[in-house]
């Protein structure tokens, strides 16, 4: 049964969703049980099963959040951009993780891991046209309007960023400045 009515249950189950996003990105999906984010969320397990009725609802509304939290990252780069902004740079600074290299190879390690659980890609996918709506407007607010199409395309951009994470990392590059470099290329 899923509840939370009243604002109090809408803040609890917000903060189970928000525990249960932040375990599965530490730690992986395989680290998501009703035990393990009612620890995280500082609630008594009972809580989560209050609030979601298995764990499958509990995985689902953890895809939602983690994209939730990355569109918000995105959010606050565009609302603190100003122009003469390097466009490579602003899209790398919105769609990497804060940290250095070691926080960026962890953090796309466990978003590839999210494909393991059927439950969470789909809700990751399913909640994936809110990041792409964030990313489109700080794209045409870096480029504008009349930039070619494929510069545009929130998919490739989000795409370039992934595979210049992956190849730096394997290859040994800092990984901030390289996808900046790719950025570039593609943005030409």
Known sequence: MTVGGTAKGARRRELIAAAAAALVLDQGPGALSHRAVAARAGVPLAATTYYFRDLDELAAVAGAALVDSWTAHARAVLDTLTDGDDPAAVLAEAL??????????????????LGRNPVLATAVGAARVRLDAVLTELIEAVLGRGAPARTRDPELVLAVVDGAVVAAASEGRAIRPHTRRLLGILLA
């Open 96 to 113: 990497l993780p804060p940290g250095d290299d070691s926080a960026i190879r962890a953090h796309h390690e466990q978003v590839l891991a």
